[in-house]
């Protein structure tokens, strides 16, 4: 599956101004690399609300992200020598949520700071 990323607001105002001045759809649609029910899309949308604004693709909001963004500062600070399967306990049962480690590591790596990221326990010198 391919992931696809919004046009630029500069390339719909490029595109809805080449219309604006005459040019053919069809040239216009071969000339960005828009397909016409795109800029079909865009003329609506700009006669409709006046403008061509990127709009978030409206889902689902992230329960557990949410819960885990909030908590997981708190916690690397009281418990910084954790494994990542550790923090993913400590998490499950104080919220009751389930989480991966990769979850738990791209959390981690997300926040401000350099937090380092134990994957597993190391053994300790005699």
């Known amino acids: 599956m391919v992931s696809m990323n919004a046009y630029s607001k500069d390339l719909r105002l490029k595109v809805l101004s080449a219309i604006d001045r005459g040019i053919p ?7 960005f690399g828009v397909s016409l029910s795109t ?5 609506k949308r700009r006669r409709q609300t006046g403008d061509v604004n990127i709009r978030k693709i409206p889902g689902r909001p992230s329960v557990k992200g949410k819960a885990l963004r909030q908590w997981l500062p708190s916690q690397l600070k009281s418990n910084p020598d954790l494994t990542l399967s550790e923090h993913c306990e400590a998490f499950e049962d104080e919220t009751g949520m389930e989480v991966s480690e990769a979850t738990m590591s791209r959390n981690i790596a997300r ?3 350099e937090w380092p990221l134990k ?6 010198p005699a």
């Open 119 to 124: 994957k597993t326990r190391t053994a300790k």
């Open 111 to 113: 926040l401000p700071g």
């Open 39 to 43: 800029i079909k899309r865009w003329l």
């Open 25 to 31: 759809r069809k040239e216009v649609s071969d000339l």
